[in-house]
């Protein structure tokens, strides 16, 4: 069975997405079979990975909405083991579309719940807010891996996202745990920076990562190609870090860490 992690953070620019793309792709090139689910309205996973989002048969809309099978909406990406449901601005109008229908916060569990024998890891890109899309992705993960950029103004919302995810566990999603939190766009020469990290880790303690993905130019510009870090430059600081954290998250779920350090060399 896939193991569902949902990543999430209501505030945006931490990182969400691009943790949601440069995981997926770094779980994949080491052959680990990956479904990401873009349920953004933005779309930029979509993108970020090289599809055309509107030229895509089916969406995460249809999906929520019309209940296509989530299968019929997946389409594949550049690396063979990355398979990318994809999403565009259409899943604005699912929030108000579903609001009056029965059992709305179930609708994407019921999907996953499906296609959990056919993938490894089923990663879910929430968008930046505690709608019905995110409780949605909540309420079907097994966890959920919260993206923190290490400035105090991101610690600000960490309270209220806590909080969501402990009313989803009370009565939606029991076995719901936290994944862990990433500390992202990181500079260790910062001083802000480094009590940040000091504080998140103080308070939430071995359920930080201690990979953290450091602020880099060519993580930056890796979707404006439509590729993952690990295809645009498998060189830069971003690529190694997100490496390091497949490694990190292999490793915690008990999948041999040699397997992925031989695939992302080769």
């Not at 953004?40 to 209940?67: C, F, R, W």
């Not at 766009?185 to 990979?211: C, P, W």
């Not at 190694?240 to 060399?265: F, I, N, P, T, W």
Request: hydrophobic share 45%.
């Amino acid at each position: 069975m896939a193991r569902i992690i949902a990543i999430s953070n209501q505030k945006g620019g931490v990182g969400k997405t691009t943790t949601a793309v440069n995981l997926g792709a770094c779980l994949a090139a080491a052959e680990q079979r990956v479904l990401l689910v873009d349920l953004d309205p933005q779309g930029n996973a979509t993108s970020g990975l090289g599809i055309d989002k509107q030229a895509a048969t089916g969406s995460m809309y249809d999906v929520l909405v019309h209940e296509m099978p989530l299968r019929e909406a997946i389409v594949q990406s550049e690396l063979p083991c990355l398979h990318v449901a994809p999403s565009n601005t259409d899943l604005v109008g699912a929030e108000v579309e579903l609001t009056s229908v029965l059992s709305r916060e179930h609708r994407l569990s019921d999907q996953v719940t499906a296609l959990d024998a056919e993938y490894d890891w089923i990663l879910i890109d929430c968008p930046p807010s505690l709608g019905l899309l995110t409780v949605n992705a909540l309420t079907a993960a097994d966890s959920v891996l919260i993206p923190l950029q290490t400035e105090y103004y991101a610690l600000e919302g960490l309270g209220e996202l806590t909080r969501t995810i402990r009313l989803i566990q009370r009565r939606l999603n029991p076995r719901l745990v936290l994944e862990g939190v990433l500390l992202t766009l990181y500079d260790g020469r910062n001083r802000l920076n480094q009590q940040v990290s000091a504080d998140v880790r103080r308070h939430f303690g071995d359920k930080v990562f201690e990979t953290d993905i450091p602020r880099n130019v060519r993580l930056g510009e890796a979707p404006s190609f439509g590729k993952p870090i690990i295809l645009y430059d498998i060189q830069a600081k971003g690529a190694v870090a997100y490496m390091d954290l497949a490694r990190e998250l292999l490793a915690k779920h008990g999948v041999r860490v040699a397997k992925l350090s031989s695939a992302m060399s080769a």
